[in-house]
């Protein structure tokens, strides 16, 4: 086993769902050691949350559980009872980071806002991710991923202008929040190195979204003037087009003459004088999107994408998840790992987006069973008996 980049990090994922066990993941990949604290019985409500593995609705074949926990330990404790208060500030004390994705009202009323936290521990770095964040007036609102994606101001900028305004799919902006909380907690973790100091990690989805928007505020601000959604350009390119067996992007962006293009198509009406310049192009809009569409219907996707490039064009093809899963580059740059849990069999599960030479991704641990490691870190960790972890366990703590 490699020794990872954040070896000897202990983080605390106290869930819920999707932004902060994200968070607690992208830790864990790097080496920390991650506990997911879960409450008893039913545990984080991702494990409830479809598809499941087999088409089987269990709490141990979630889908997004699996992939959001892999690479931790996971352990159950109620924190709003005595006893499980106690147990918690024990692992608080062993603690480096703690990340929750409650809102303000519920991490006060279960213990978890900074400086109750740091009361315990000083050093603890404690993130907290939140739709609007743990100040201001939308502070204690809440949110799903299409109004966080609408409020952000992305979503406004995103389709054609002619049409309403379109978002991206599959919860992003939970991931998105997720990644710049990892990103913010190793800094804050390198703060503690040199000052010995924790500190409030805050981080609002919104904002995070709204830091993409790097043209539209700025032009906003110097302009007055609100950027809107694209143009609808009626030639077809840099646009979805249907092929053959599926849409690409076909482009005219590069070095290379219209006639390359042309002839890529393989179309002989493409080669018309009045298309081989950008507003010979706008003009013949719509009558080039025609033949545009004409000429695709004979291509495959991966065929024209491996064709243009050879000719230093810059197509694009869509890809389902079936063409990510049999894709050569990403197979080549080992981006899938096989990951065996115990409940849901074996999968390929994808890696890690960067690759860094002396700390290579593995997985160490799929995704706990509820409950999985009370034993081994309540009683091998924290010194807690046998007979005492039957008891917590009686009475509900654990």
Sequence with gaps: MALGLLEGIRVLDMGPEIAAPFCARLLA??????????????????????????DEPHPEKSIPFLYLNTNKRGVTLDISCESGREVWSGLLREADVVVHGFSPQEAESLGLDYDLLA???????????????????????????????????????????????????????????????????????????????????????????????VQAVPFYDYMGAIKGRRPVRGSGFEELM????????????????????????????????????????VEHGEELKALLI?????????????????????FGMAQDAGDLFDCPQLRERGFYVEVDHPAAGVAKYPG???????????????????????????????????????????????
């Design 29 to 54: 990949d790097y080496g920390a050691d991650v506990v997911k604290v879960e409450p008893p019985g039913e545990g984080d409500p991702a494990r409830l949350t479809g598809p499941f593995a087999g």
């Design 242 to 281: 249907p092929a053959r067996d599926g849409y690409v992007v076909p482009s005219v962006q590069g070095s290379q003459p219209w006639s390359t293009v042309a002839e890529l198509i393989g179309l002989e009406a493409l080669q018309q004088e009045k298309f081989e310049s950008g507003a010979g192009r």
């Design 119 to 213: 009361q315990v521990n000083p050093g603890v770095v404690a993130t907290s991710i939140t739709a609007f964040g743990l100040t201001g007036p939308y502070r204690d609102f809440s949110a799903t991923d299409i109004v966080i994606c609408a409020m952000s101001g992305l979503m406004y900028h995103s389709g054609d202008s002619d049409r309403e305004p379109l978002r991206n799919s599959l919860n992003q902006s939970l991931y998105v929040a997720g990644a710049n909380s990892a990103v913010a907690t190793v800094a804050a973790l390198f703060h503690r190195m040199s000052t010995g100091i924790g500190q409030q990690v805050d981080v609002s989805a919104v904002e995070c979204l709204s830091t993409h928007l």
């Design 352 to 398: 890690m987006g960067p690759t860094l030479s002396e700390g290579p991704f593995e997985v160490r641990y799929p995704a706990p069973l509820l409950g999985q490691h009370n034993r081994e870190v309540y009683g091998e960790e924290l010194g807690y008996s046998k007979g005492q972890l039957t008891a917590l366990k009686e009475s509900g703590a654990i």
């Design 294 to 314: 004409e000429g695709l219907a004979t291509w495959d996707r991966k065929p024209l994408f491996q064709a243009s490039g050879e000719r230093r064009l810059v």
